[in-house]
């Protein structure tokens, strides 16, 4: 059974830093691309970083580029979304998604979600 758990997220004020966490089991991790999507309340879910299976490639929103870092490592099967000066507009619930085409067949999974508030 796949499973995508999401930790890491919680209450933090403006200008404050998370990192949340996503630790896979069920796939072979190496073998996937991972994604951190976001969503907030009334609004469509968006891409906000992405890291290919070898952390070759990476890339983010541009609302976020230069305050988030998306790493992982596949000897802990962990991906991960370091945060840094937070606003209120990063408010929403952070989902982990991983991805991957084999032989023409591509697999894909969500993770829960956390949620992350940036508020005073």
């Known amino acids: 059974q796949v499973q995508l758990l999401e930790s890491g997220g919680g209450l933090v004020q403006p200008g404050g830093s998370l990192r949340l966490s996503c630790a896979a089991s069920g796939i072979i991790f190496s073998s996937y691309d991972m994604s951190w999507y976001r969503q907030a309340p009334g609004k469509e879910r968006e891409l906000v970083a992405a890291?290919?299976?070898?952390?070759?490639?990476?890339e983010y929103a541009d609302s976020v580029k230069g305050r988030f870092t998306i790493s992982r490592d596949n000897a802990k099967n962990t991906v991960y979304l370091q945060m840094k000066s937070l606003k209120p507009e990063d408010t929403a619930v952070y989902y982990c998604?991983?991805?991957?085409?084999?032989?023409?067949?591509?697999?894909?999974?969500w993770g829960q979600g956390t949620q992350v508030t940036v508020s005073s």
């Open positions: 890291i290919t299976s070898a952390s070759n490639i990476k």
């Open positions: 998604y991983a991805h991957c085409s084999i032989l023409g067949m591509r697999f894909d999974y």
